[in-house]
């Protein structure tokens, strides 16, 4: 749940505009995109709660191009009555017992984070929907606190794509592990939870796509026109 969360994040900052391929080389960057992600867990008596987080902010730019500044948050809570037995599959829960309710949601709510990755957090209401597809609110608070190193690496890679041209990118990217602290109230429920593992990324990255002649179909940075 946590790497589709974080591919929700990253889905939806690829949304740039570059100049024509065979004009110019398109070049995109990713001025800075950070993320926070924690899976939250809590079970007292027969009753666990898990709160799956996914937050990001981030700016980033075509070359030319305006500065475009996004925010993405998604969350996912289920609640389940671990020692209940599912007369079938229906409403069973992957690890046993029975789902009691569970919703997910998003919006474009940003993260609000230190650039060192020291801490961050969040705060929003999401449009969702619960398990039987009726639409919800759901209120989410939720804030990580760095415990780790700051850990840093870089990527960079140069392609030469016979008969359609060359991409190249690099990657500059920081870690920090973190304690988060999670708390979603919907329909009247509310449940809250920490996870010790959770995670404060940030990435700044470039990529330049650079057609050969007459090539006009050419989006190795995305896979589609950026």
């Not at 069973?92 to 990755?117: I, K, M, T, W």
């Not at 190193?149 to 500059?172: A, M, Q, R």
């Amino acid at each position: 749940m946590k790497r589709l969360l974080t591919g929700l994040a990253t889905a939806g900052l690829l949304a740039l505009t570059g100049a024509p391929a065979g004009a110019a080389p398109n070049i995109y960057h990713t001025i800075s995109s950070s993320h926070g992600s924690a899976a939250a867990v809590e079970t007292v008596g027969c009753q666990q709660s898990e709160i799956f987080v996914s937050s990001s902010v981030a700016m980033f730019a075509a070359q030319p191009g305006p500065v475009n500044k996004q925010g993405l948050t998604g969350v996912f809570v289920r609640i389940t009555d671990v020692c209940a037995e599912a007369p079938g599959e229906a409403g069973a829960a992957a690890g046993g017992g029975v789902v009691l309710f569970e919703a997910d949601g998003q919006n474009l709510a940003p993260l609000v984070v230190d650039p060192r990755l020291n801490s961050a957090s969040i705060a929003t209401e999401l449009p969702g929907t619960d398990g039987n597809g009726n639409p919800v609110t759901i209120s989410l608070s939720a804030s990580w606190t760095g415990t780790g190193p700051l850990e840093h690496d870089t990527v960079s890679s140069h392609e030469n794509i016979p008969g359609l041209g060359n991409v190249n990118s690099t990657d500059n990217n920081l870690r920090r592990a973190a304690t988060a602290s999670a708390s979603v109230t919907v329909n009247g429920l509310t449940v809250s939870g920490t996870d010790s593992n959770a995670l404060l990324e940030q990435v700044k990255a470039r990529c330049i796509e650079i057609a050969r002649p007459g090539v006009e179909e050419f989006f190795p940075c995305f896979g589609f026109p950026g």
